[in-house]
């Protein structure tokens, strides 16, 4: 198993940017993918990027050219840089992992994905 530890979120305004960090603890050489996930109060759960095992990144429509993915294989750590933060930002984001082949046909989706860290917060004001 592996255990996830977000950290990074907070409150800033609209523009401004955040970095968050992802730190997993235990077998971390043999993810498939690993991404962000984020959910805003009343809604559903959503995938935001992830990236694969072999580099590949998908990112949704509404994070593309704001949001940048990335990993150190050495600390076993995964990031996520936000940019040009809006409102409509505010959620809490989780970091996520997955040992499936399956996720490699949908990064997406939360199917393949089975651990998940605790959540952090980030709130954009206007």
């Known amino acids: 198993q592996v255990q996830l530890v977000e950290s990074g979120g907070g409150s800033v305004q609209a523009g401004g940017s955040l970095r968050l960090s992802c730190a997993a603890y235990?077998?971390?050489?043999?993810?498939?993918?690993m991404g962000w996930f984020r959910q805003a109060p009343g809604k559903e759960r959503e995938g935001i990027t992830t990236?694969?095992?072999?580099?590949?990144?998908a990112y949704v429509d509404s994070v593309k050219g704001r949001f940048t993915i990335s990993r150190d294989s050495a600390d076993n750590t995964l990031y996520l840089e936000m940019n040009s933060l809006k409102p409509d930002d505010t959620a809490m984001y989780y970091c996520?992992?997955?040992?499936?082949?399956?996720?490699?046909?949908?990064?997406?989706?939360?199917?393949?994905?089975?651990?998940w860290g605790q959540g952090t917060q980030v709130t954009v004001s206007s």
């Open positions: 996520a992992a997955s040992y499936q082949v399956s996720c490699l046909r949908n990064q997406l989706s939360r199917t393949a994905f089975g651990y």
């Open positions: 235990g077998y971390t050489y043999s993810t498939v993918c």
């Open positions: 990236i694969s095992r072999g580099g590949n990144t």
